[in-house]
């Protein structure tokens, strides 16, 4: 790997205390070019903008796929990974779906622990800080003829980052608009999945609700996904959230919530809830809580729901499930507490 320093550093204009998410980046980045068939040498130089043909494939047809991970430093100063070979597998998922090649193991991990090295300083200690990492891959060959690219870039960018909301979470049931659909591209981490939700999030935002709960493209009737992350739900003392399908993320922190419920002894369904048995249980009182979940929210506990234009207020939790979750997953991801799991990588 070449790794080329920046001369100068912009940390010390940084208030870590006062972030914006994913506003901010570190000195460096990591790059690795796909020329003609091959993946050339990485490299890591300074982060700045580049130059680029206005034809480039992903402006054009939306060759573009990413990952969302997070790093974190202990109290000795060292620095974690979670999960990451999970986010690995996804992004080449990913790949295949949208018709880009896979990227070896080697220059993603690499470049994964080779960045957080070189821009360490940047991630904070303590269990309100971390640093957003996005590996991504665009088409970057050239010409509007409608077929896949033959060049293709893959970059990582990090950003030191607190919390992604700030306050309470309402959310609005989809009866009309829809994410994915089957045979689609739902499961897989490409950018058209997320602009696609932003004109329909944006209604959703002007009727006072930050995000939306996804349904099946065919009925409306089940709940799938919530905007960024995935969903569960606490009814009757039972913790339900969709299976993975074609249609739903396979979340790195779905999968790890469930392993820390299970072991927890919580009773936990994987399957898909109806909007109807939503509703029921909103009125008679059975529905204890909904959050969502995910690499960038971590646990984002919602208050309360709309469909068909009737509001439902969640009850207010003495013990949450969603506190208790959130605090024991973050201690593990910050090695506050043991890993039984063997879930964290040491950079
Ligand atoms: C993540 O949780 O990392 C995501 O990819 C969601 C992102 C759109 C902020």
Redesign the pocket.
């Known amino acids: 790997m070449e790794i080329i320093k920046a001369t100068s550093t912009k940390i010390k204009d940084v208030d870590f205390e006062n972030l914006s998410f994913?506003a901010i980046f570190t000195d460096h980045l990591f790059e690795c070019d796909f020329i003609n068939g091959e993946w050339q040498t990485p490299t890591i130089k300074p982060y700045a903008p580049f130059l680029v043909d206005p034809s480039l494939k992903v402006f054009h047809y939306g060759q573009a796929i990413?990952e969302?991970m997070k790093g974190y430093k202990d109290e000795n100063n060292d620095i974690w990974l979670f999960r990451p070979e999970e986010n690995f597998k996804r992004f080449n998922k990913s790949a295949e779906r949208m018709a880009m090649p896979e990227v070896p193991e080697e220059v993603y991990m690499n470049g994964l622990v080779e960045l957080l090295r070189i821009d360490r300083d940047w991630l904070q200690k303590g269990k309100n800080h971390s640093m957003y990492i996005r590996p991504f891959m665009i088409g970057t060959g050239t010409g509007v003829i409608a077929n896949p690219s033959n060049n293709y870039k893959f970059m990582i960018i990090m950003s030191p980052v607190k919390s992604?909301y700030a306050g309470e979470v309402k959310v609005i049931i989809a009866e009309h608009f829809s994410r994915a659909a089957n045979g689609g591209i739902g499961y897989a981490?490409a950018a058209g999945n997320?602009a696609g939700q932003f004109y329909p999030t944006n209604l959703a935002n002007k009727e006072g609700f930050q995000q939306i709960i996804w349904t099946d493209d065919a009925t409306h009737t089940k709940l799938e996904e919530a905007g960024?992350?995935n969903v569960f739900f606490r009814i009757n003392n039972t913790l339900i959230t969709a299976p993975v399908s074609e249609r739903i993320l396979d979340g790195v922190t779905r999968k790890s919530l469930l392993d820390l419920a299970k072991r927890n002894g919580m009773d936990v369904e994987i399957r898909s809830v109806l909007v109807d048995e939503l509703v029921e249980a909103a009125k008679n009182g059975s529905l204890q809580e909904i959050f969502g979940a995910?690499?960038?929210?971590v646990i984002s506990p919602i208050s309360g729901f709309s469909y068909k234009d009737t509001y439902y207020e969640l009850p207010k939790n003495e013990n949450p499930w969603s506190l208790q979750l959130k605090e024991e997953l973050t201690n593990i991801q910050h090695k506050v507490s043991e890993d039984h799991f063997g879930w964290t990588f040491k950079v």
């Open positions: 994913g990413f969302g992604y981490k997320y960024t992350m995910g690499t960038a929210a």
